[in-house]
């Protein structure tokens, strides 16, 4: 199976701050990455997917980039609603796995 | 607007069985692959199994291959998993998710999930 990484794990930032998460493949999965943001008790909420195609719906500040093996998630100005933990997914081969999760916090 | 609603956890004993089931609206099931994913106690998400819109193929992880079932009813807009042999790493919360395929070559790719339900936690404990 592929192995996801992400880095950090948790992070602590600031309203308004720019926020970079990276997240990192055992092997070459081109661009089959989507990220998701969970909120405590919520289920995951799509954000990123082909590691650049913003949702419908998602807010701009959201963007995703990378191939291969590496990949980061950026929020460019981190709002009050962003709180939350973020998971990187590759789809590139069953099973689809995803990474450890990025806690992003106060 | 999506709605996925899922039913049936609950607690188990090792060794024992739950049917999970899962009520869709506001999307067309019919044309939809679907997915099980779960979710251990502090733990990252895990897929688990999928099926095609018509029921024709499914997939499993394999930690749950030859154990659990997944099945559908498009009469119903349902979607089931049928888990046997059970054991304590079954204990998550169980999510019904809508998930959309990618080929690449003629081949799909694994799923990614775009519509998700609130869960249903399965428990198992002697």
């Known amino acids: 199976d592929i192995q996801m990484t992400q880095s950090p794990s948790t992070l602590s930032a600031y309203e308004g701050d720019r926020v970079i998460i990276t997240c990192r493949a055992s092997?070459?999965?081109?661009?089959?990455l989507a990220w998701y943001q969970q909120k405590p008790g919520k289920a995951p909420n799509l954000l990123i997917y082909?590691?650049?195609s913003l949702e419908s719906g998602v807010p701009s500040r959201f963007s995703g980039s990378g191939s291969g093996t590496d990949f980061t998630l950026t929020i460019s100005s981190l709002q009050p609603d962003d709180f939350a933990t973020y998971y990187c997914?590759?789809?590139?081969?069953?099973?689809?796995?995803f990474g450890p999760g990025t806690k992003v916090e106060i | 607007e999506v709605q996925l609603v899922e039913s049936g956890g609950g607690l188990v004993r090792p060794g024992g069985y739950l049917r999970l089931s899962c009520v869709a609206s506001?999307?067309?099931?019919?044309?939809?692959?679907m997915s099980w994913v779960r979710q251990a106690p502090g733990k990252k998400l895990e897929w688990v199994a999928n099926?095609?819109?018509?029921?024709?193929?499914?997939y499993y992880v394999d930690s749950v291959r030859g154990r659990f079932t997944i099945s559908r009813d498009n009469t119903k807009n349902s979607l089931y998993l049928r888990m046997d042999s059970l054991s304590a790493e079954d204990t998550a919360l169980y999510y019904c998710?809508?998930?959309?395929?990618?080929?690449?070559?003629?081949?799909?790719?694994?799923?990614?999930?775009?519509?998700w339900g609130q869960g249903t936690l399965v428990t198992v404990s002697s």
């Open positions: 997914q590759q789809y590139d081969a069953y099973p689809g796995t």
């Open positions: 998710a809508r998930h959309r395929v990618e080929y690449s070559f003629g081949y799909p790719k694994a799923p990614y999930f775009d519509s």
């Open positions: 099926i095609k819109p018509d029921g024709s193929d499914t």
């Open positions: 082909k590691a650049s």
């Open positions: 092997q070459n999965i081109g661009t089959w």
């Open positions: 506001g999307f067309t099931f019919t044309n939809s692959w």
